[in-house]
């Protein structure tokens, strides 16, 4: 009888202490589960531990770079990549399981249902901002993540497969002024990579990427169709390059 092949949970964190027990609780039917601190100071080591997960203790300023540490710790055949504020229902876990078993690929994209508080928003995700989907379950040796601060580019060595067909969960931001806490932490940390790469661009090229973002979710994505909410979220969204072209700039002029 064929060996079924392992599969490994993933969780990169910081400080996750209210997230991470329910994100944990969920990823059981994997075949370890290994959990990433980063610079953690709060009770997430404790959590993690509870849960039966291997640890990993560091401290990673780049994005990449922790990611791939969590990777590299991982033994299982396949490889499952979620946040703290993910979410695998048993369904995606079954259809995870089975794909697993007898994918011919070496990576799948998964599906993603996005939560602000308790209001699913289907429409207008995408560019940087959120995701739709996202590449997280892969054959241990195929991915490696680039070495930026956020949102790092991805490295694959194998063949893309079908996406998975059952969402994540992500609960992505509690309510409106999280988000924009969000867009605020996310902005500052990618004008230090358009720093440190000296690619930082012009203002006219943040503008026009701003607009085309803006169109790009709120009316090809149908962001519209979310009402205030799709806008709010296309605002993010176009705003993103701007703040990060803006901020990399002034900080660079204050030195």
Known sequence: MKELPR???LVVVHNEEERLPACL???TFADEIVVVLDRCTDRSADIARSAGAKIIEGAWPVEGDRRNAGIEACRGDWILEVDADEHVSSALAAEIRAVIASSLFDWHVVPVDNYIGTRLVRHGWGSSFGKAGCPALFRRGVKIWGRQRVHPALQWSGTRGPALTTPLLHYVDRNISDMLHRLDRY???RAVDLRESGQAGSLAGAIRSALSRFLRVYLFRKGYRE????LVVALCTALYPL???IKAMEETEEV
């Open 7 to 9: 599969l490994s949970a």
């Open 187 to 189: 902005t500052s940390a």
């Open 25 to 27: 609780e969920r990823l």
């Open 227 to 230: 009402g205030r909410m799709g």
């Open 243 to 245: 703040l990060s072209y």
